[in-house]
């Protein structure tokens, strides 16, 4: 016991030793010197964290306006896809035909047609060409289109109905 006693008084004395004469080498003007050297440090290091959080912050916008960006982009992406599906049944239902006029519209010659009370007259028509004719106008077709009977303000194809019938297929016979 009395060995453990003289072992730790001679720890304690050691260290009190030691630790006096740390103090007493770096003084006044040392301490004041390693004072200066952590101010300077925390000014450094507060002044790089002022300028993280402004770049944190002008990031934080950036980011921001490229949500607001996407979100248009997003909005844009949308209505590209309704145009698409929209071109696409173009693709599917339309198609095209060469029509020409056949018969004379003085009813010269031309095709029969049966009038109401059993008379027939001699008019024009439009049919569609044949190999080697010439071409009148070129006919667009919606055969995507159900609708047997005509039937106004009905919808039934890929375009919006018509508002009225035309004089042109109203039935009535030109002169």
Same mark, same amino acid.
């Given at each position: ?14 260290? =009190?030793?030691?630790? +006096? ?5 770096? +003084?006044?003007?040392? =301490? $004041?010197?390693?004072?200066?050297? =952590? ?15 402004? @770049? ?12 607001? @960006?996407?979100? @248009? ?16 049944? /173009? ?25 109401? +009370? ?26 995507? $289109? ?5 039937? /106004? $303000?009905?919808?039934? +194809? ?9 004089? =042109?297929?109203?039935?009535?016979? #030109? #002169?």
């Amino acid at each position: 016991m009395r060995r453990v006693l003289i072992a730790l008084t001679a720890v304690l004395a050691m260290s =009190l030793y030691f630790t +006096g004469g740390a103090q007493a080498i770096c +003084g006044g003007p040392c =301490l $004041n010197h390693r004072v200066r050297q =952590l101010s300077s440090g925390l000014i450094k290091a507060e002044k790089k964290i002022a300028s993280l959080s402004k @770049t944190v912050s002008q990031q934080g916008q950036t980011i921001a306006s490229q949500g607001q @960006t996407i979100a @248009t982009q997003g909005a844009t992406i949308s209505g590209l896809t309704k145009t698409t599906k929209f071109v696409k049944s /173009l693709e599917e239902c339309l198609f095209e035909a060469p029509f020409t006029q056949y018969g004379d519209p003085e009813g010269s010659f031309g095709y029969l047609f049966e009038e109401e +009370g059993g008379g027939e007259i001699k008019t024009s028509a439009l049919d569609i060409s044949e190999e080697g004719s010439s071409i009148l106008a070129w006919f667009i077709f919606d055969a995507c $289109n159900p609708q047997e009977t005509l039937a /106004l $303000n009905s919808v039934g +194809g890929i375009f919006p109905a018509a508002k009225a019938s035309s004089d =042109l297929f109203s039935g009535v016979s #030109r #002169r």
